[in-house]
């Protein structure tokens, strides 16, 4: 193969050695990636939810009868939520308008929520 050619495919790799370390495709680990979803979840419902819940680790809601969510995981496991967050959450309160998220965020959603639960998840219901 001609010099030349050898040398752009070799600039070649390096163009996509870059691309995927700015990406961010290189292998982090596992940890780094919770992190990053528990803080995408706080994200979305700071900006979602907090105008009526208390999102964090202490503090009253906003409306006074959105529960906290650091005490929804002692009514029921926090994944149940999942499903209503993904179809459209609606409980029997008007006030709340009605969210649909896509999975990714519900993912991130569930990790935070389950990050700031005041005791450990309640067992799955029968
Ligand atoms: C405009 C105010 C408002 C916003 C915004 C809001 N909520 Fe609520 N939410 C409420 C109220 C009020 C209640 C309690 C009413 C009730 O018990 O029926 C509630 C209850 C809940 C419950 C408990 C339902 C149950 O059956 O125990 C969950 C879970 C919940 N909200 C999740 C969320 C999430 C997740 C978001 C953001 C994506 C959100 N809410 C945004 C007002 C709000």
Redesign the pocket.
């Given at each position: 193969m001609p010099a030349g050619a050898r040398n752009d495919l070799r600039s070649g790799l390096k163009a996509l050695l870059a691309a995927c370390l700015s990406l961010g495709l290189w292998v982090s680990p596992a940890q780094a990636v919770e992190k990053d979803l528990t803080t995408k979840g706080e994200v979305l419902?700071r900006e979602?939810?907090s105008?009526?819940?208390a999102i964090g680790k202490e503090g009253v809601s906003p409306?006074p009868?959105?529960?906290p969510f650091r005490t929804?995981s002692s009514?029921y496991p926090v994944e149940d939520?999942a499903e209503s967050?993904a179809e459209g959450?609606v409980?029997?309160?008007p006030?709340?308008?009605i969210?649909v998220f896509s999975p990714h965020d519900v993912e991130a959603?569930i990790e935070y929520l389950q990050s700031i639960q005041e005791q450990p998840a309640a067992p799955p219901r029968e």
């Open positions: 419902v979602n939810c105008r009526c819940h409306h009868e959105a529960p929804l009514k939520l967050l959450i409980s029997g309160h006030d709340m308008p969210f959603i």
